[in-house]
């Protein structure tokens, strides 16, 4: 079985700041990892995803994460915030080589991007 | 590629009625996943079908929720007898077995409101 914590629900950033959003997990075999962002009443898009080639991994929109296998982790980072990106961010873990690949979400992070 | 549709987009229903949602995959993707996304949390995997056959379900598909993929191309998720708890959005998604380790395409979402 797979679980997502995400921790902090609400995360507020100056535009031009650093965004750090956190992602821990729990696997019982090789995990695949996404980030995804959700902009109002819209559907979710994936930012980048970890399939266990490099653990650093970029993405789209200057997005990257870090799989850090020792802590469990996938946090997500952006070094300049635009206010652009002031959506919901959803991590999610899939376990690699199972049928059917269903997602795992987190509970999610809101960001607000302030002028 | 025209992205997954879904269709309506919104649906207000009294308790009680009968619903139906239709999500129109990726045209070559042969996975299609259901996910409900209540209001602060993250998406939660309901179903998913491999071509037609649906092969998962979950527990929070209670019997009054059924789904169908008939000929391995469009979906439906049908609600009946609605009750208030069935507020939510509810997302589709699609995937090509093989392809992109089990990257999934989102739909916009249908929002359920019952009244």
């Known amino acids: 079985a797979q679980s997502v914590t995400q921790l902090g629900s609400h995360v507020s950033v100056s535009e031009g700041a650093l965004v750090l959003l956190r992602c821990n997990y729990s696997?019982?075999?090789?995990?695949?990892l996404f980030w995804y962002v959700q902009y109002p009443n819209q559907g979710l898009q994936l930012l980048l995803k970890?399939?266990?080639?490099?653990?650093l991994v970029k993405g789209i929109n200057g997005f990257e994460a870090e799989f850090k296998k020792s802590e469990t982790s996938f946090h997500l980072t952006k070094p300049s915030a635009h206010m652009s990106d002031a959506a919901e961010y959803f991590c999610a873990v899939s376990a690699s080589g199972a049928a059917g690949n269903k997602l795992t979400f987190g509970g999610g992070t809101r960001v607000l991007v302030k002028p | 590629d025209t992205g997954v549709s879904q269709d309506p987009r919104h649906k207000i229903t009294k308790r009680g009625q009968n619903v139906t949602f239709r999500c129109d995959p990726i045209s070559e993707h042969n996975r299609l996943y259901w996910y409900r996304q209540t209001l602060g949390q993250g998406p939660e995997f309901l179903t998913y079908?491999?071509?037609?056959?649906?092969?998962?379900k979950s527990r929070l598909l209670s019997d009054r929720f059924s789904a169908e993929r008939p000929k391995g191309s469009f979906s439906t998720l049908e609600i009946q007898r609605t009750e208030q708890g069935d507020s939510a959005m509810y997302l589709c998604a699609s995937s090509l077995e093989g392809r992109s380790l089990g990257e999934q395409y989102f739909g916009p979402g249908t929002r359920l409101t019952v009244t």
């Open positions: 079908f491999q071509n037609e056959a649906q092969l998962e």
């Open positions: 970890y399939t266990s080639a490099a653990t």
């Open positions: 696997s019982s075999v090789p995990p695949y």
